[in-house]
């Protein structure tokens, strides 16, 4: 049988007694009590200013804080200076004389507001942000997982293919050995044969020279002709000369970089990484980029003559003003508004110059084929930054930290992308997870480079046909190939390359006379036409306006297309 006391569908009973029916309450103490009980729960504890009610009206009896300061004594007041309870005593003293008090029961409502919207605010908005920062912390914890599965399983297959090779090494020298073993026995074999026989022809003529000793026929004496002086040549003594393995020395920290090396991996802590999402507008809305739409049709607002025979680049230095480049060995600053020339630098040894960035600090940077460098322009000074061996510089940009980042080709025959702090080499990206190149070897003087909002690192790989996004680590993440029907119907010619606040990557097609605008993802979103003639460079300055350097008629076009 259930007990009545323990059932879960049994009325509440006394705190004291455990078996009549709960009826009354003690406010103060927080008990519930029959009327029976009443009496014995006062008198246990006299020092208490009791509180009896009926059970329906429980806990309508405030409980006054105790005073700190004064024992026994409940704080009935509020000083709003302070911003604390008070007991009576600490209103008659000298640390509130003076101050704003009132009765604790009217800040109560204002306290339980304030209370009631950082409650709202915590569960409403605080906590689910929490929950996705969580979210988003796992799902990145699962990618790093299989992305680091995935750099074991390259190391691994690299491994092997050394193996291969190595084997492939071994079966060849052992091969080398048993020839020359093979050709040495053979010399020997051949000599050895000549001895035996030589060996059996002297022992026939000792035989012949003892029949003739013992014979009495002189004739046979006499007609016997000894070949002994022929035998008393003896014959060469064939040395072989045997070939030693002579092993390559091996050390352990050049054959570990000669394997491969992992670059640097590193955890940043970025405070501005999460921002707060809520249904309500916030002051520190403002300080997160807004979110902008592509207009339908983009408008030119600006075009702006230069004086190339052939233009090539473009490069804002502000929103008034933009570096350009064309082929020869200068570069030219000119006034946005105005469509003047500014200001004109020619490069340090007078060559072409193929490519040219802003740094963060606005000073001009520039990659220089002929000379394999890349050098800086301060205060109208060129500062070499890097010089290559082997390798020659193409495309050039700055990134959000600071670092340059250089596409540069060898021969034609390779193509790389560095990154440099200052002149020293910090990341090389040049083949995917299987190995393979991830640019093609450029026969033409273009592998224009940017650096997105997400800091993926996008070229613009002309003899591919294709725009190659890696992430900041150098893992390819995809290629876009272009997207069809194209303007003018012909092949994808990626050229100039550049991205705006919405992480969108634009690119030039020189020849469907357009610029391409995909998404961060690589998913196709627009064309921009508006009259291009051979687009060639691009960049956007910081509303988001884009320039186009057009090789067709040397012109820069300002176009507004967000």
């Known amino acids: 049988m259930m007990d009545p006391r323990t059932s879960a569908q049994d009325v509440m009973r006394c705190d004291l007694c455990e078996t009549a029916v709960v009826q009354m309450y003690c406010d103060t103490c927080l008990v519930n009590l029959c009327k029976a009980c009443v009496g014995e729960h006062v008198s246990d504890d006299l020092s208490k200013p009791h509180k009896i009610v009926d059970f329906r009206d429980r806990k309508s009896t405030p409980l006054y804080p105790s005073c700190k300061t004064h024992d026994?004594?409940?704080?009935?007041?509020?000083?709003?200076?302070?911003?604390?309870?008070?007991?009576?005593?600490?209103?008659?003293?000298?640390?509130?004389?003076?101050?704003?008090?009132?009765?604790?029961?009217?800040?109560?409502?204002?306290?339980k507001n304030i209370i009631m919207k950082e409650q709202t605010e915590l569960n409403d908005t605080i906590y689910?942000?929490?929950?996705?920062?969580?979210?988003?912390?796992?799902?990145?914890?699962?990618?790093?997982?299989?992305?680091?599965?995935?750099?074991?399983?390259?190391?691994?297959?690299?491994?092997?293919?050394?193996?291969?090779?190595?084997?492939?090494?071994?079966?060849?020298?052992?091969?080398?050995?048993?020839?020359?073993?093979?050709?040495?026995?053979?010399?020997?074999?051949?000599?050895?044969?000549?001895?035996?026989?030589?060996?059996?022809?002297i022992k026939e003529e000792i035989d012949s020279m003892e029949t003739v000793i013992d014979t009495n026929d002189l004739s046979k004496l006499f007609s016997v002709t000894s070949n002994v002086h022929t035998y008393r040549n003896l014959p060469h003594k064939i040395i072989a000369a045997l070939s030693k393995f002579i092993p390559g020395k091996i050390q352990g920290e050049e054959i570990s970089k000669l394997f491969g090396v992992l670059s640097s991996s590193s955890l940043t802590s970025d405070k501005h990484g999460y921002s707060m999402k809520t249904t309500q507008k916030s002051p520190e809305a403002g300080s997160s980029p807004s979110v902008k739409q592509l207009l339908d049709e983009p408008e030119t607002v600006t075009t702006i003559d230069t004086g190339y025979k052939e233009l090539y680049n473009v490069a804002c230095l502000s929103d008034e003003e933009i570096w350009t480049s064309g082929r020869d060995n200068t570069m030219e600053l000119y006034s946005i508004n105005q469509g003047s020339l500014l200001k004109s630098i020619t490069t340090k040894l007078g060559n072409k110059q193929l490519n040219i960035a802003v740094t963060k600090s606005g000073d001009l940077v520039y990659t220089d084929f002929d000379d394999r460098t890349v050098n800086i322009v301060k205060n109208e000074k060129i500062e070499e930054v890097i010089r290559l061996q082997n390798w020659r510089p193409k495309?050039?940009?700055?990134?959000?930290?600071?670092?340059?980042?250089?596409s540069m080709d060898s021969d034609y025959k390779q193509t790389k992308v560095v990154r440099y702090s200052g002149s020293t080499e910090k990341q090389t990206i040049q083949f995917d997870d299987k190995f393979k190149p991830l640019y093609s070897p450029s026969f033409r003087f273009l592998r224009n480079i940017t650096e997105n909002r997400n800091l993926d690192i996008c070229v613009s790989d002309d003899t591919a046909g294709a725009v190659v996004v890696v992430n900041q680590a150098g893992k390819l993440r995809f290629r876009y190939t272009g997207h069809t029907p194209a303007p003018k119907n012909k092949p994808f010619y990626p050229r100039g390359i550049t991205t705006d606040s919405q992480s969108h990557i634009l690119t030039a097609d020189n020849n469907n006379n357009c610029v391409h605008i995909i998404d961060q993802d690589g998913q196709f979103l627009r064309y921009i036409n508006?009259?291009?003639?051979?687009?060639?460079?691009?960049?956007?300055?910081?509303?988001?306006?884009?320039f186009v350097a057009q090789w067709g008629n040397k012109q820069v076009k300002k176009i507004k297309y967000l």
Do not use: F
């Open 72 to 111: 026994k004594e409940h704080c009935t007041m509020y000083c709003n200076q302070c911003d604390i309870p008070v007991c009576p005593t600490c209103i008659g003293s000298d640390k509130h004389l003076g101050h704003k008090v009132s009765e604790i029961l009217k800040a109560v409502d204002g306290k």
């Open 128 to 201: 689910p942000n929490y929950q996705d920062i969580a979210s988003d912390v796992q799902i990145r914890m699962s990618q790093l997982q299989k992305e680091y599965g995935d750099l074991s399983t390259a190391i691994t297959k690299h491994g092997e293919a050394w193996h291969r090779e190595i084997d492939n090494i071994v079966q060849k020298l052992k091969a080398e050995a048993d020839e020359m073993k093979s050709s040495q026995l053979q010399t020997l074999q051949k000599q050895l044969d000549e001895i035996n026989k030589t060996m059996s022809d």
């Open 530 to 546: 508006c009259g291009l003639i051979g687009p060639y460079g691009l960049c956007t300055d910081t509303n988001d306006n884009l």
């Open 395 to 406: 495309g050039v940009c700055s990134t959000s930290s600071g670092d340059l980042l250089v």
